[in-house]
Each structure stands twice: as structure tokens, then as C-alpha cells.
């Protein structure tokens, strides 16, 4: 009788080295963050902090020896100054039409370039030529190229229809910056709808043919939802740019015919009144308002995100 010996079962030893090394390479990947993070800190918020200090000061620089804490006595004049108001409902009026202007052509040129036609690669770069083109340059050529008075382009189209000449930069101010502003961000918009139109499942859409649906009632049901996270990153990009925008302003119109934004005030009372103190206490009023906008976009952006992009 042959007996089987069975053969001693030798159990491996966890290893250990799995764990320590997983942390290491974590304590590496936040090391080289720290760079980064630090140069972040010292270009935007350590300047934030001395813009704080110096609007809890009483400064004007045509008295530079009558410089002293004030605390909040210019946030106090500020608030109730009437220019702050007006200007905040012009930085709304300027930057809520711009954005919707931008983001409705964007969506109507990202539907047609998202089309296959000859030329379509030289059609997209001339429409993204916009966006590169210099602020304060795009305005000189809006200002005296197209809505001049007398030589500009504008009023050259409309005097072949018999229209009287029209004094943009003077009789309609807050429609030429808009105009700029909305022909300058309309390619930003349009790429990125246009990325989320190359995005979509091209299988849904023939499926959606076959079943009878229209164009109309294609885009309205699935391509239009579909496109809603990408419509809320661009207005939230958009807003938060042009919420800053001063270049076309101080060039165009400065600040007339109810232009005056948030940014033109500041640089007003900086530059013109002299008043540092009140000047950056408007700053960071400026910031307060494009934090509060930012805060409320990103809000529903992740909303969107957690409900659509994360699945049911």
C-alpha cells in the first residue's frame, strides 16, 4: 500500500512593496505639482491680496503725501455711488447680448461646417481667423474700416440701398460694441459646438432617418440635447471673457451711450480720476461680480454633468 505524501503548500508572502511604492509615486506626481501650484499662487493671488490692501486705502496720486488706512470707506462709496450700478447693468446688458449673439451664429456655422463640401477646411480656418485677431486691433478695424461716418464700409453698403449714414461710435454705441464683440467670440463658440457635433453618434442619427425623422425634428430631439453641456461650457468661457473685455470700449466709445462697463469704470478711476484706493476697491468689486457668474455657470454645468455625462 503506497501511501501519497502531499507536498508541503507554501503560502506566498504579500507583498508589501506594492502599497509603499503606490505612494511613492503619488508623493512624486503632487511634487511636481508644487511648482506650478506656487507659480499660480504668486502670479494671481498674491496680486489679489495687495489689490485688497491697497482699496482699504485712502490714495490719490495728485496727493501722494495724504495716504492713510481708510477700511471700508471705499467699498462704502462705491456701493453707493450710482456709477457702480449703472455700470453693472451695462457690463450685463453688453456681456449677455454678446454671449447669446456669439453662442446662437456659433451653433448656426458649427451645423453648416459640420457638413462635408468643397472647401470646407478653408472655410473653417477663415472663420477661426477672427478670434486671433488682436482686441485693440479689431476695434481700429470696426472703428474707422467699417463704422466710420463717413469712410466706412457700413455706411457704404447702406447708401447703396438709399439709407442715410449712420454715426455708429456716436448715435449707437452699445451696438457697435456688441457687433465686435459678437463677431470677435462667434468662432470661439463655433468650436466648441462644432467638436460637439463631431462628437455625436453618427449610428443615432441614421437610425433616426430611418424612422422618418426630419432635420428639424433631428436636431430639435437629439442633436440639441446632445450639444446642452457643450452650449453651457461655452457661455460659461464666454462670460467669464467678456466680462473683462476693455479694449473695444476705450477705443470705440469710452464708455458713452451706456458702454461704461465694470473694467472701463476701473481704468476711469485709475487713470483719469487718479484715485488708486477707490479704483481697486472697484477691481475687486469687478472680481466679486465674475466669481458670482462664474460660481452660478459651473453650478448647472456640473449639474449637467452628474446627471448626463455620468449616466442614469
Known sequence: MTTLMKAPTTRRAPNTDRPSRKRGGLAVSRALLWPALIASIVLTQIPFV?????????????????RGFTGLDNYAHVLSDGSFLSS??????VTGTSVVLSTLLGMLFAVLLDRSFPGRGVARTL?????????????????????????????WGLGLLGIPPVAWNTEVPIVTIILVLTWQYTPFAMLILLAGLQAQNKEVLEAAAVDGA??????????????????????????????????????????????KTLSYLLYERAFVGLE??????????????????????????????STEGLGR
Open 88 to 93: 453693472l447693468g451695462a457690463t450685463v446688458a
Open 276 to 305: 488708486v484706493g477707490e479704483a481697486t476697491a472697484y477691481g475687486v468689486m469687478t472680481v466679486l461680480v465674475t466669481i458670482l457668474v462664474a460660481t452660478v455657470a459651473l453650478r448647472t454645468l456640473f449639474k449637467v454633468f
Open 214 to 259: 426630419g432635420p428639424l425634428r433631428t436636431f430639435s430631439w437629439i442633436t440639441l440635447p446632445h450639444l446642452r453641456q457643450y452650449i453651457e461650457i461655452a457661455v460659461l468661457l464666454a462670460s467669464i471673457m467678456l466680462l473683462q473685455v476693455f479694449d473695444p470700449i476705450a477705443i470705440m466709445t469710452r464708455g458713452t451711450g451706456g458702454t
Open 50 to 66: 495687495v489689490t485688497i490692501f491697497y482699496s482699504l486705502q485712502s490714495w490719490n496720486l495728485l496727493r501722494p503725501g495724504d
Open 127 to 155: 472663420m477661426i481667423t477672427p478670434f486671433l485677431v488682436m482686441p485693440a486691433a479689431a476695434a481700429l478695424i470696426w472703428k474707422w474700416s467699417i463704422l466710420d461716418a463717413t469712410t466706412g464700409m457700413a455706411n
